[in-house]
């Protein structure tokens, strides 16, 4: 690891933080995925029902 001095916990915690926002963006992108899945297989269902 290079030796970074005196911005050493500048740069760290700015790493901590795109690593925490990346993380949070992808979790939230499966948990929204598989909302629309479970809705989209509703209506189909519906309109398979409705026919």
Known sequence: MPDLGK???AVLSAYAVSIVLLV???VLTVWRGRRV???MEAVERRSVQGG
């Open 7 to 9: 911005y050493a916990d």
């Open 24 to 26: 949070a963006i992808v």
């Open 37 to 39: 899945r479970a809705e």
